[in-house]
């Protein structure tokens, strides 16, 4: 369980008193009272207010990011389980009303008027869209929402198998998917299936709940369906579901045949009459799949290296992270899936989490971690809180950018020949995801804007959905196994519509990428000023500063695939 008794406040308090207890609820609302009752008649009142509020929220964001981390570090510790609901069922439902006041009070504040626009227009934007979606009736069934989220991280995290003798999480299972014994990497994948298949009558009534109370949430906040009520909670301010249709459709137009090439060439080489599902992983010229490191420590020190040669301040914060206990990296029995970046709103640090089991694609998570550490750094000095973080869609190119900036570096765990291999195997694998990002946003689309959909029904249009961005797979046999291989999508579950960002940033990324290819130190320059900028410019601004285009059409997605299918000889 990470230590994070040893993080100081980057700034000292000024309206939050020092011994301030995010926990006790009438010390809150004391807070609470004190900034509502404010007299914002005038431009620096309202500044001021602004700063008083950002530091509040500051001190209960960073206790909320504490059980959050401590319950996904470790879902089956009973006490961190129960520190975090705690913070779900007691103190958030009574924080939302209050916060809702809070936005009021501003927005009705006349000296509004007297701020600088360039500075605030955003945070007026964000903060009217908030005010009008809020709904007292919804703070319950967000609640709701959010225990039953955590019920699916337990349920995930306490996923194993029996192979080889041995207990295995899922993702300890994951490494012999690449292995080049055929039999074996079959093995493996029915065993995995069969176990997640054994989970599928609990997690599909969890879905039905979820669903249910996202479709009311809607109803109460006076949309027709969960996935519009959801492009406003989002503040997609840029970009409308139709976007996201394009999407889709460039994508099986420009994408899709890209996959088909991969796994044509793929099959040629393994000399199979078709893909299987347990074919998709393996090195397709039979060599041994590539095993950069053993440990925790040789994946940090060998991050860390890459880090310093793309910048020597970018190395040398992650060290600071190393040194400061804020990476939980190894995979464990009751850890949650997955990985991710939290930030410490008064330490002003980011934690990286993830799942590492000895493969590249660990490395890779690494480094697309770090790129959102380095985002979030990059801006820590801003005051207002609400600026200091991108938007979801360029937060991921902090991190999908890095993994193309630093892929030039892989020798820091390879010979050539096999830096060379990961570095193909990489792109190849940007082409897959772009497929699959476009199958679980056209999937959530379909979820949310047909509610009433049976659980077969959902299972039929998954598989359809799939078929229709991957259709290069041979599935006979495994129907069952596909039809609810959508449950360990965990952003079906937890963050709904929280997918499309990926496709938005992929494409983002690819084009830093073709920007480093003509002139690496003007790309790596432009990247990092666009990751100072946080979140205190539209969505279309930051991308500007990165150098590239906020789009994700077939205009910008046509030229990205044939720079692909040129570097990969397709």
């Known amino acids: 369980m990470p230590d994070f008794s040893r993080l100081t406040r980057f700034t000292a308090r000024r309206f939050v008193p020092d011994n301030f207890d995010p926990a006790d609820w009438p010390q809150i609302e ?3 009272d004190q900034l509502v009752e404010r007299n914002l008649g005038s431009a620096p009142a309202l ?13 209960m964001d960073e206790d909320a990011k504490r059980r959050y981390i401590a319950m996904t570090c470790q879902t089956d510790d009973q006490a961190a389980v129960d520190a975090y ?13 209050r916060a809702n006041e809070l936005e009021k009070h501003y927005l009705a504040a006349p000296a509004r008027q007297a701020l600088l626009p360039a500075r605030y227009a955003l945070l007026d934007r ?13 703070v319950p069934l967000e609640t709701e929402q959010d225990l039953l989220t955590h019920e699916y991280q337990a349920i995930m995290g306490a996923l194993t198998v029996q192979f080889d003798g041995a207990e295995r999480t899922l993702a300890q299972m994951g490494p012999i998917m690449e292995e080049t014994d055929r039999a074996r990497r079959e093995a493996a994948f029915r065993a995995v299936g069969e176990r997640r298949y054994q989970e599928r009558e ?29 492009f406003d909670a989002m503040l997609r301010f840029d970009y409308t579901p139709a976007d996201c249709f394009s999407f889709h459709s460039a994508v099986e137009t420009h994408v899709v045949p890209l996959i088909q090439k991969i796994y044509a060439r793929r099959r040629a080489q393994m000399q199979l009459d078709s893909l299987r599902p347990w074919d998709t992983q393996p090195d397709p010229l039979g060599r041994p799949p590539l095993r950069p490191f053993k440990t925790a420590r040789e994946l940090i020190d060998g991050c860390a290296r890459i880090f310093e040669r793309v910048d020597p301040q970018l190395g040398s914060q992650f060290r600071q992270l190393d040194d400061s206990g804020l990476l939980d990296l190894e995979n464990r029995k009751g850890k949650a899936p997955g990985g991710y970046q939290e930030f410490f709103n008064e330490a002003r640090l980011p934690f990286i989490f993830m799942n590492a089991v000895g493969a590249q694609y660990d490395v890779e998570t690494l ?44 020798e820091e765990f390879h010979a050539p020949a096999d830096a060379a291999r990961a570095r193909n195997d990489h792109l190849e694998g940007i082409v897959t995801l772009l497929g699959w990002i476009a199958t679980v946003d056209a999937f959530q689309h379909w979820l949310y804007t047909y509610p009433r959909h049976t659980q077969a029904e959902r299972a039929a249009q998954w598989a359809q959905t799939y078929r ?22 965990l ?55 990165a150098g590239i285009q906020f789009r994700f059409d077939a205009e910008i997605i046509a030229p990205l695939m044939e720079m692909l299918a040129k570097e990969l000889a397709l």
Do not use: C
């Not at 500044?47 to 001190?59: G, H, I, N, P």
């Open 126 to 138: 964000q903060l009217a869209a908030r005010a009008a979606l809020f709904r007292e009736a919804n």
């Open 367 to 410: 480094l697309h971690e770090g790129g959102h550490a380095f985002n979030a750094l990059a801006a820590r000095s801003e005051w207002l809180g609400p600026y200091r973080h991108p938007p979801l869609e360029f937060a991921e190119v902090a991190s999908m950018g890095m993994e193309l900036i630093a892929a030039d570096y892989l």
């Open 491 to 545: 952003h079906i579950f937890e963050v709904p519509f929280y997918y499309i960002e990926y496709g938005i940033a992929q494409l983002g990324a690819l084009q830093v990428w073709r920007n480093l290819r003509q002139n690496r130190a003007d790309a790596v320059a432009a990247y990092r000023r666009a990751l100072a900028v946080g979140g205190s410019r539209p969505l279309p601004d930051i991308y500007a500063a």
């Open 30 to 32: 004391t807070l609470y």
């Open 202 to 230: 609990k997690l599909d009534a969890l879905f039905d709940q979820l669903r249910d109370l996202r479709a009311q949430m809607a109803a109460n906040a006076d949309y027709a369906n969960y996935r519009d009520y959801m």
């Open 47 to 59: 500044e001021a207010f602004l700063r008083d509020w950002s530091e509040f929220d500051d001190a």
């Open 85 to 97: 609901k705690f913070l779900v069922t007691v103190i958030l439902p009574r924080q939302k009303p």
């Open 468 to 489: 229709r961005f991957n259709g290069a797979v041979d599935w006979r046999s495994l129907e069952h196994f596909l039809q609810t291989s959508w449950h360990r999508q």
